[in-house]
């Protein structure tokens, strides 16, 4: 069975508000902080299928027939397991490749910011054939997704498929990993969940960075223990289900750029209730910032 590469975001709990301080980072002259080690984020197998979710294209990697590797750019689709199914050219020379070794590799990297700073991925393993039965299925969605494609980018009729078996992965896992490269087996990728909020995600971040610039400063400030004026920028680098990625930069030299995760207190499903957490987020560090006093009336 095949999925689309845009799957909808499943339903879930709403966001409810912290009622702790974000992080417990203390800020000094300069605002410089280490990352910030908060826990709830998403673990290696659920961002490596994310980022296979989120683009359609990757970089081939085959073996020409005197063991030169030639890598080449490739479009795929996902089966119902999260593994590539490859649209090649009939008469290509990765093509050829595979049918005399089908080992393989497949390099994935979202070409646009904000998801580029993610992760990059690369699927090892071996081509297959897709099973006969799937094929007409295969060739509608490789046309949807190359509609309007040229030369070689447009589908044609002798166009060949062929399903890369995963064997094992190699995850650089650029905000979450600290850059660390890490390994996962077979059982680990398969047994991975695409995040929720991979769809509505970069539009997230684009609208938060232009418009609710206010709201990030005060986030930023309340995450490291100083004053919005104390901080140049503040930008929303990435989100998920589980929390979000925030770049700030201090007004005073060093002005070092630090990295901050920081979670919400309940996952959320969908734009929606991203929205809303955020939003709460903020006004909760608005408050922490300007606590409110009753005054006190005598009778």
Known sequence: MLTSLRAPCPRGACFQPSKRPLTHLKCRQSCVAPLCAAPGRPGPANTARTLVDLTSHGTLATLLPDGTPLGTATSYVLDGTGQPILRLRAHAVHTDNLRANPATSLFVHPANPPARALARLTLLGHAEAVPENLLPAVAEV??????????????????????LHVTSCFLVDQLGGGSA???????????????????????????????????????????????????????????????????????????????????????????????????????????????????????
């Not at 206010?214 to 990435?238: F, I, Q």
């Open 142 to 163: 490789h046309a949807t997704l190359a509609a309007g494609g040229q030369g070689v980018d447009a589908p044609s009729p002798s166009d060949v498929y062929m399903r």
């Open 181 to 299: 490269a890490q390994r996962l087996t077979r059982e680990e990728y398969l047994g991975g969940v695409p995040d929720a909020l991979r769809g509505p995600a970069a539009g997230l971040v684009t609208y938060m960075n232009a418009s609710r610039t206010e709201d990030l400063l005060n986030l930023g400030a309340d995450a490291m223990g100083c004053s919005p004026d104390d901080l140049a920028t503040v930008e929303l680098v990435w989100l998920d289900s589980l929390g979000f990625y925030i770049r700030t930069v201090p007004l005073l030299p060093p002005n070092e750029p630090q990295t901050l995760r920081l979670t919400f207190l309940r996952p959320v499903s969908d734009e929606r209730e991203a929205r809303s957490a955020l939003t709460m987020m903020a006004q909760e560090s608005w408050e922490r910032r300007r606590p409110y006093n009753p005054v006190m009336v005598t009778t």
